[in-house]
């Protein structure tokens, strides 16, 4: 059976280290760093992901403010409260949660926060930065998947790295940071027709296409490490990733579980992205 990438582990160890930073700046009798969080609606999973979110930042020290308004709230009262998160000096994060509205932009929600305070990383200028190979703030899944494969010692450099998904949050910028760490990169997503003849020849397969345990066993290569960015709740509640774990995993070197794998690193690279602004302030 595949080791799993216990990425709950290691984002404890991330906030432990990130906690010892903030309470140092407490004693001290600096500001503490702010993430403001606004979530819009009530959305289940959206309500979960913030839940989150604030308890990581109250775990290291710092501060976390959530903005809840109504689902009805307008274009320009969102764009209005992001104007002012981006003036004021105490907050060092701005994150929107999404999905929005149907009646909202997000690409102009996005647009409108500062990228310096864009700690989730999907401004256009923060992914400018890092599809040129220069990156300052990156989108956190793809981030933490990096720091994940790395705290396992895993070779990336010449490995032949499949991706399935061609999100702007999860599988662009997956390629690219796979491809900082030299590695051969193949985006597969919805339309590819020979999807398993290239997952099958894969050494690394990272799967994020919201179809719950759509990548099986014969879909890879004896050996492969397959990270799961899958959040799929059966009828039952249950919850599941993209990859069937049970058979996947005995055919796997490397397997992350759902939960306690991809989820536990964004959220820890979303609070260290925060807390890096707090030092370059």
Wanted: hydrophobic share 40%.
């Amino acid at each position: 059976m595949g080791t799993k990438l216990d990425g709950r582990a290691l984002a404890d160890k991330l906030q432990e280290s990130l906690k010892q930073e903030v309470s140092q700046w407490k004693e001290e009798g600096k500001r503490l760093p702010k993430l403001v969080v606004v979530l819009v609606g009530d959305d289940v999973g959206s309500q979960v992901y913030v839940r989150n979110k604030e308890r990581a930042a109250q775990k290291i020290g710092f501060y976390s403010q959530v903005d809840r308004l109504e689902e009805t709230v307008s274009e320009e009262a969102l764009l209005n409260l992001i104007q002012e998160y981006n003036q004021d000096t105490s907050v060092d994060g701005i994150l929107v949660q999404l999905p929005l509205p149907k009646h909202i932009d997000e690409e102009k929600i996005i647009m409108a926060i500062d990228a310096k305070k864009d700690v989730d990383g999907f401004h256009p200028l923060n992914m400018g930065k890092l599809f040129v190979g220069q990156p300052d703030k990156m989108p956190c899944t793809p981030f933490g998947i990096i720091r994940l494969l790395k705290e396992y010692n895993i070779e990336m450099s010449g490995k032949h790295a499949v991706v399935i998904g061609r999100s702007n949050i999860v599988g662009k910028p997956m390629a690219h940071l796979l491809l900082m760490e030299d590695a051969t990169v193949t985006i597969t997503h919805s339309r590819t027709k020979n999807l398993k003849e290239l997952t099958k020849q894969a050494d690394i397969v990272v799967v994020a296409i919201g179809r719950g345990e759509f990548l099986t066993a014969d879909y890879i290569k004896g050996g492969a490490v397959v990270v799961d960015v899958g959040m799929n709740r059966h009828a039952d509640g249950h919850l599941v990733g993209d990859v069937k774990f049970d058979e996947v995993s005995e055919k796997a070197s490397f397997i992350t579980p759902v939960p306690g794998g991809v989820g536990p690193m964004t959220i820890s690279m979303l609070m260290e992205q925060t807390v890096a602004n707090r030092r370059e302030d």
